[in-house]
T-cell receptor, first 116, second 112 residues
């Protein structure tokens, strides 16, 4: 099993450009999440999904969009990148609450995005 | 809303020293509590967890006890190794969406 994979690993964008980050999991998890990690601030939830075709906003959703067309994939889009979106982005997946290990999430290796 | 506060780093230790990282939380109800570890260049991995008051989570020599009366979940290890150098995150989770709320992370550097 590959677990949670993220594509790409690194990316540099100019302000105003767009891009999509891809997350894939092979553990048949219902729930998936996108976080951003900034120095001293831990991880903050951007958007999440509790099943195929569903998405919901997290703590810092502005400037991002997501889609969950297939259960195993969760896409994070930046329509018009800004320097404030320079960060490391992590995807994670988990079982639904009440099934499997309670609350445990499985993380991908991250994507380092720089917006100039 | 929920929040997690953990001590700021970096924490620098010598090999075989005792490690404590403090973590306190604010939440309604009875959250589950976690410690995640991030090794250089990698994603987060679950280190240990506790799902109810007075539970002790343990793994790889690390321990943490869920203290509801002090809303704390401090991480301890009796004798650290160079390989324990990493960033440690305290987190909590409640039912809706299994969402995790993280502390700011504590960088630990263990020197030989």
């Amino acid at each position: 099993n590959a677990g949670v994979t993220q594509t790409p690993k690194f990316r540099v964008l100019k302000t105003g450009q767009s891009m999509t980050l891809l997350c894939a999991q092979d553990m048949n998890h219902e729930y998936m999440y996108w976080y951003r990690q900034d120095p001293g601030m831990g991880l903050r939830l951007i958007h999440y999904s509790v099943g195929e075709g569903t998405t919901a906003k997290g703590e810092v959703p502005d400037g991002y969009n997501v889609s969950r067309l297939k259960k195993q994939n969760f896409l994070l889009g930046l329509e018009s990148a800004a320097p404030s979106q320079t960060s490391v982005y992590f995807c994670a997946s988990s079982y639904p609450f009440g099934t499997g290990p309670s609350g445990e999430q499985y993380f991908g290796p991250g994507t380092r995005l720089t917006v100039t | 809303g929920n929040s997690v506060t953990q001590m700021e780093g970096p924490v620098t230790l010598s090999e075989e020293a005792f490690l404590t990282i403090n973590c306190t939380y604010t939440a309604t109800g009875y959250p589950s509590l976690f410690w995640y570890v991030q090794y250089p260049g990698e994603g987060l991995q679950l280190l240990l967890k506790a799902t109810k008051a007075d539970d002790k989570g343990s793994n790889k020599g690390f321990e943490a006890t869920y203290r509801k009366e002090t809303t704390s979940f401090h991480l301890e290890k009796g004798s650290v190794q160079v390989s324990d150098s990493a960033v440690y995150f305290c987190a909590l989770s409640q039912a809706a969406g299994n969402k995790l709320t993280f502390g700011g992370g504590t960088r630990v550097l263990v020197k030989p």
